[in-house]
């Protein structure tokens, strides 16, 4: 009955969206999954409240019109290996879940297969002695962050205190990435449950392939990570805040992040630049705009590092000194959980010494004031690359995405769709944001962000290490079990 009113309820039909085709006998793999485990660690009822939390809490709300056949929660690496043969020997479909922030289409969503969620492994320890920090995949970064403050240290994670450990597998940006690298960067060993539901351990020594394709090479490729040792870092007071301009002044935010990207030199100052367009009318007065900036500075003191920001007008300013959850909690407390609606995330890469920083900009907004009514609320992220990040990761051995010396930025571009449209509606408005996204030229060489691209973008493939992450996927997945099973990013 309420999965009647909640199907109903329901904006869109999934009818057109993305469902994939029935593989296998989900629901033998459900009752094995049952009958090995109990109901303790099984929600098979669309009547469940795991299941109903699980089901309908990603970012992307256009997931939640996935029916997983039932949702599993593993308490550990063993459970994980039972579930993955459970799965292989009925030859379901199935999805891995951490926080659910992800918004392509079957990365952590599934229908008629095994939603595997990892919620429920929230161990996390601190080793003084090697000042290592070791996590399990269930706790969002908001959970971790305030974990390790008792130490005085923290983990590089994500910028926004609910997203999830996920986030690490795509590369993970972090407002100390500028010092230490991406999140992945910081891995040291992680413990692996293989495609083949053998559990290993990846670092330097061990698997070292594997390591390499899990440092940002993407989470469900390779395996489900079921512990992660990383490096912990030192962390105190912070300077941090928002800077919000209303009117006017797209030039100077853009030459002021262009600036900054170009010549800042301290690498505890990091900046992320936030421009916002709702559907509502300009009225030639710039009201339906807004260009957030997030600065944090890893230290009480930032010096200059934001005087280039606060210099042009604005009409409020958060500026101050913050603790680093505070840090994971800028401008609206609970941000990530307010912003669920029909998000889609797409990528771009450029150098800030060319005209790009300012074309891109350009294009996205003549698609803002072309498209009014196509979307509730569309924005352009610049998450500038410094020298010292890609130093900093190079440093602790490097990624993945083998990243070239920095300066240079990722554009990242978030559309959310009005909820009342149709399926052609919805698909004839995302082929014009790709066309706009992917219509402004790239710079050459420089790898696309796994994290915020969109998977027809076939990310991949700007790596230079691509044809390495070919054959790692070749030699951990040797039979397609995850290629052919789960979603995730393509190596074909
Ligand atoms: C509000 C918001 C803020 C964000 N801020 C940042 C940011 O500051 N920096 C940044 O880099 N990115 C950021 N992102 C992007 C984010 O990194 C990606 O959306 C990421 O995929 C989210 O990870 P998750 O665990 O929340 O999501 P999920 O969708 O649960 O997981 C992401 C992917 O990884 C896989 N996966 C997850 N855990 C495992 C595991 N243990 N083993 C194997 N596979 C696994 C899933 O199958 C899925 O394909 C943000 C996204 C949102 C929505
Ligand atoms: C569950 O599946 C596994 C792997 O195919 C099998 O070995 C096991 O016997 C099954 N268990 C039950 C209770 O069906
Ligand atoms: C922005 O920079 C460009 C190129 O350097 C310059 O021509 C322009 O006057 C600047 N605009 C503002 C508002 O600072
Ligand atoms: C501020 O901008 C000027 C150019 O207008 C640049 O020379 C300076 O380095 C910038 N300051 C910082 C801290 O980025
Ligand atoms: C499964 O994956 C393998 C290897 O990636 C591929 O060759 C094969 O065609 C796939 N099979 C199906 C049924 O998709």
């Avoid at 030639?284 to 944090?296: E, I, K, N, P, S």
């Avoid at 003191?301 to 005087?307: K, Q, V």
Wanted: aromatic share 12%; proline share 5%.
């Amino acid at each position: 009955m309420l999965s009647l009113l909640l199907a109903t309820a329901l904006p869109l039909s999934s009818a057109a969206f993305g469902l994939n085709p029935l593989f296998g006998n989900p629901s033998a793999a459900c009752s094995n999954l049952t009958s090995t485990f109990g109901l303790g660690k099984v929600a098979v009822s669309e009547l469940d409240l795991r299941y109903l939390n699980s089901r309908h809490s990603y970012w992307n709300t256009k997931l939640d019109s996935h029916a997983p056949s039932c949702v599993v929660y593993p308490a550990n690496a063993q459970d994980v290996s039972v579930i993955l043969k459970a799965i292989r020997g009925t030859d379901s479909r199935f999805a891995i879940k951490a926080a659910g922030h992800n918004t392509n289409d079957l990365f952590s969503s599934v229908d008629d297969g095994v939603l595997i969620d990892l919620s429920h492994m929230t161990g996390k320890l601190y080793d003084e002695s090697t000042t290592l920090a070791t996590y399990e995949p269930g706790s969002s970064w908001g959970e971790l962050y305030d974990y390790y403050l008792q130490y005085g240290r923290t983990v590089v994670g994500g910028r926004i205190h609910d997203v999830g450990t996920g986030l690490a597998l795509g590369g993970g940006m972090s407002y100390l990435s500028p010092q230490y690298g991406m999140a992945c960067d910081g891995f040291r060993e992680l413990e692996v449950v293989l495609p083949s539901g053998d559990i290993v351990t990846a670092s330097g020594t061990q698997n070292p392939d594997l390591f390499f394709g899990l440092r940002g090479g993407g989470g469900n490729a390779f395996g489900v990570v079921t512990k992660y040792t990383v490096q912990s870092r030192p962390i105190g007071n912070l300077y941090a805040g928002n800077l919000l301009y209303v009117s006017d002044h797209h030039e100077a935010i853009l030459n002021a992040t262009r600036d900054f990207i170009l010549y800042n030199t301290d690498p505890k100052a990091a900046v992320l630049m936030n421009f916002n367009v709702l559907t509502t009318p300009d009225l030639g007065l710039g009201l339906d705009q807004a260009c957030v900036m997030f600065l944090v500075y890893d230290g009480e003191d930032p010096g200059d590092a934001y005087e280039n920001f606060t210099a042009i007008p604005h009409i409020m300013n958060t500026l101050g000194p913050k603790t680093y959850p505070q840090v994971a909690n800028l401008l609206i407390p609970g941000l990530a959980v307010i912003s669920r609606a029909d998000n889609v995330f797409r990528i771009g890469v450029h150098r800030a010494d060319d005209d790009s920083y300012k074309t891109a900009f350009d294009r996205f907004y003549q698609w803002s004031q072309d498209h009014k009514g196509d979307y509730t609320y569309i924005h352009m992220d610049y998450n500038p690359v410094p020298k010292s990040l890609t130093d900093a990761s190079k440093a602790q051995g490097g990624n993945a995405m083998e990243m070239p010396d920095g300066p240079w930025f990722w554009a990242e571009y978030t559309i959310t769709t009005p909820p009342l449209i149709s399926d052609a509606k919805y698909d004839e408005i995302q082929a014009s944001f790709r066309d706009l996204v992917d219509g402004t030229p790239n710079a050459e060489g420089l790898p696309f962000f796994l994290n915020e691209a969109h998977k027809d973008q076939n990310a991949l493939r700007t790596f230079s290490s691509y044809a390495r992450l070919q054959q790692i996927k070749q030699r951990y997945d040797p039979d397609g079990f995850f290629a052919n099973r789960t979603g995730g990013w393509s190596f074909a």
